[in-house]
């Protein structure tokens, strides 16, 4: 793998930039792999990176069934924050977010990581109390936030609305070293890195069945023929649902919709990431200078990739009294993703009934700004075969046990 | 846009009307169940990519729970009926059978 620097740049400059190599390879499957990882998005590029980096296993496939990055990882709204209530959030997001800001040097490839500063604003009493208690956590958890007053964030965002009749803003929880980050080029960074220490990327293979004897995976069935493994993980969001019925089990997930849109582009207006949990909507500025802006889940199973109008009806009606300015500015592009919910609204990493497979899944509205985290944390379950710190809580049998991670209560909203 | 046809006030809804209560059948079992039983009552879901039976609420109109059966992957609708039903019926059945041969029934 050549080097991206500033030198790479000037040298082909000289070279009318024909000698750029394909940042990954895309070859054909072999018989037999260490690992094998379903899914070619964010989480599952990630995990396969830390299973080369961290634990020293290279001999490893990533199967997608479209293009890599070309589901929730292309369908976000590449928000990064970690400012949750319950402990075991709390450390997952952190190191994921920790991981984001040195995530263009360790990669050698520009995720254009920017700690812009994630608001998310109090419109009730009972939000107010709610994220003073989160800010509260956060300092026992050694995670950076702090409540704000509403003149702070009004001073921290110039264009919002605090006085609204309705939603007035009594405060914000703030976390200034949240931000964005550049969707695609994570994807594309953690492929780049793949590639480059032996693995195979297989891109348009689709996974057709699960072959295990005496509960013990010995690879997959796929489009592309069988492919043999000793371990699998299985990293599909939207689609989890499938890979567990053929493998054999069931999970406490359903898939719904969850939906985005931009504006057309204006000059810069807003530095930060505002999220108003009481509309359910949330918005921040593209470097394009388009508002992007999120809302919440449609309430019925869908693997359409479509959402109802309605919903991005109500987030833009909820969303323009808290800024006024959105009122007149035209809508350009909408997007669906389907995103895969469990019972507490938390992740599951986890051992599965079959031996040598391992999900990760579950992430909900909030995987975007775990990626690397969840991919650090899956990559040990999987060299280890038992979970580390990070994943432990995130077992698929706590809703046996009732031991859940109820962030659906913590944030009030889908997150 | 989802329109069903609440199976008691005979009203085409659309989706603003009504509200979505997930799937549908669900079996709950007695104080003297496992926990996997109950585990599997509360939180393990079918969750397919193709026929589901789900529940739903015509919130604004009757105001009563009714039952869907639905595409999960296409958003087409076959047909609905009556909350009080243990099972899709049997005519709902064939229809969604006729429309998609490989459908491996109701379970």
């Avoid at chain 1, 070859?27 to 299973?51: M, R, W």
């Avoid at chain 2, 509200?19 to 599997?40: I, M, N, Q």
């Amino acid at each position: 793998m050549k080097r991206y620097s500033v030198f790479a740049i000037a040298k082909e400059a000289l070279n009318y930039h024909m000698g750029w190599e394909k940042a990954w390879a895309s070859p054909e499957p072999k018989k037999q792999y260490d690992a094998i990882i379903v899914g070619a998005g964010g989480h599952g590029l990630a995990t396969a990176y830390y299973l080369g980096k961290n634990h020293g296993i290279t001999n490893v496939a990533i199967i997608e069934k479209g293009w890599l990055g070309g589901g929730n990882t292309g369908r976000n709204t590449t928000i990064i924050r970690s400012n949750y209530l319950q402990d075991p959030s709390a450390a997952i997001y952190e190191k994921a977010r920790s991981l984001y800001e040195t995530m263009s040097q360790d990669l050698n490839y520009n995720v254009m990581f920017s700690p812009r500063g994630v608001m998310m604003l109090a419109q009730t009493h009972h939000e107010v109390r709610g994220y003073m208690r989160t800010a509260h956590a956060n300092a026992l958890q050694g995670v950076t936030t702090e409540f704000i007053s509403p003149a702070r964030v009004k001073e921290l965002c110039p264009i919002l609305n605090i006085d609204g009749p309705r939603y007035p803003v009594l405060g914000a929880l703030w976390q200034a070293r949240g931000g964005t980050g550049r969707h695609d080029a994570v994807a594309w960074g953690y492929a780049r890195a793949c590639s480059a220490m032996g693995m195979d990327i297989i891109q348009q293979c689709e996974v057709t069945g699960v072959r295990s004897e005496g509960g013990v995976v010995k690879g997959v069935e796929t489009t592309k023929g069988f492919i043999g493994c000793t371990k699998l993980g299985v990293v599909v969001a939207g689609h989890s649902g499938q890979l567990a019925e053929m493998a054999g089990f069931r999970l406490p997930i359903e898939a719904v919709a969850l939906q985005a849109l931009v504006s057309e582009p204006v000059k810069p207006c807003m530095d930060v990431v505002v999220m108003a949990n009481t509309v359910h909507g949330y918005m921040s500025q593209s470097d394009k200078g388009e508002m992007v802006i999120g809302g919440g889940t449609d309430g019925f199973n869908n693997y359409t990739q479509r959402g109802s109008f309605h919903h991005i009806e109500e987030t833009l009606r909820a969303l323009v009294e808290t800024f006024p300015m959105i009122s007149r500015l035209k809508m350009l592009r909408q997007w669906g993703g389907i995103v895969d919910m469990t019972g507490d609204r938390s992740p599951i990493i986890s051992k599965t009934p079959l031996g040598n497979c391992f999900f990760n899944c579950g992430w909900g509205t909030g995987g975007f700004k775990a990626i690397p985290g969840s991919g650090w944390a899956m990559a040990e379950l999987m060299a280890k075969g038992e979970p580390g710190a990070l994943a432990e809580a995130f077992n698929m049998w706590r809703f046996k046990e009732g031991q859940f991670i109820d962030e659906s209560v913590a944030a009030g909203v889908a997150h | 846009m989802l329109i069903l046809e609440c199976p008691y006030c005979g009203v085409k809804a659309c989706e603003t009307e009504l509200s979505p209560g997930y799937e549908a059948h669900l079996k709950r079992f007695g104080p003297g169940s496992t926990d996997a039983e109950f585990e599997d009552y509360m939180f393990a879901r079918k969750n397919p990519k193709g026929v589901h039976f789900e529940r739903w609420r015509h919130t604004y109109g009757c105001g009563k729970w009714f039952l869907a059966a639905r595409d999960t992957n296409t958003l087409e609708v076959f047909g609905t009926y009556p909350a009080q039903s243990s099972a899709p019926p049997e005519d709902l059945q064939a229809k969604i059978k006729a429309k998609r041969p490989d459908w491996k029934g109701y379970k």
